[in-house]
Nanobody, 128 residues
Framework: QVQLVESGGGLVQAGGSLRLSCAASTRTFSSYAMGWFRQAPGKERELIAAINRSGGATAYADSVKGRFTISRDNAKNTLYLQMSSLKPEDTAVYYC?????????????????????WGQGTQVTVST
């Protein structure tokens, strides 16, 4: 079982930046691929960024490509999401999630069903 705790959300003006963090309660953090999802009111939860176990491979939704960067520090058991050029439509609850233990080291999971552990979420609100 992996427990995930997000932090770093808040209120920011359009065009601003935020960095989200996700702390994982496991000593084998490097054995899990990770992702960031978001869910806006009335919408389905969507994957916006994913990263493989080592951090060497990533994938992004078109809506955030070029503005958001996912990264991880396996020594600190922490996942990050650097968000820049924020837009009002980025307003949502942001969740980090992990796969099961031991997925292929080069694999970047892009389907929601591949993620099994979830954080509680952190609110990001972008004002005009």
């Amino acid at each position: 079982q992996v427990q995930l705790v997000e932090s770093g959300g808040g209120l920011v003006q359009a065009g601003g930046s935020l960095r989200l963090s996700c702390a994982a309660s496991t000593r084998t953090f490097s054995s899990y691929a990770m992702g960031w999802f978001r869910q806006a009111p009335g919408k389905e939860r969507e994957l916006i960024a994913a990263i493989n176990r080592s951090g060497g491979a990533t994938a992004y939704a078109d809506s955030v490509k070029g503005r958001f960067t996912i990264s991880r520090d396996n020594a600190k058991n922490t996942l990050y999401l650097q968000m820049s050029s924020l837009k009002p439509e980025d307003t949502a609850v942001y969740y980090c999630a992990s796969t099961l233990y031991g997925v292929s080291s080069n694999y970047v999971p892009t389907l929601r069903r591949e993620y099994h552990y979830w954080g509680q979420g952190t609110q990001v609100t972008v004002s005009t």
